[in-house]
């Protein structure tokens, strides 16, 4: 599940205020959103996802 930190905190799980990672359903995760520390994200979409980058550096070409 993603989810965003509301608050710092620290335990079997470290997330900073505002901090958004995937977790797996857990109790400890369970407990963290029952007491409102982390928050579902709903609808978000990683735009970089699944694409590929042509940041390659070229190598030198000789000069003639």
């Not at 997330?15 to 995937?22: D, L, P, Q, Y």
């Not at 407990?31 to 940041?55: A, H, T």
Request: net charge positive.
């Amino acid at each position: 599940m993603l989810v965003k930190a509301n608050k710092s905190f620290a335990g079997i799980i470290v997330m900073r205020k505002g901090e958004e990672r995937e977790l797996e359903n857990s109790a400890a995760l369970s407990d963290l959103l029952r007491c409102g520390y982390v928050s579902e994200v709903k609808g978000k979409v990683d735009l970089n996802e699944g694409k590929r980058s042509n940041s390659r550096k070229r190598e030198a070409e000789p000069e003639d």
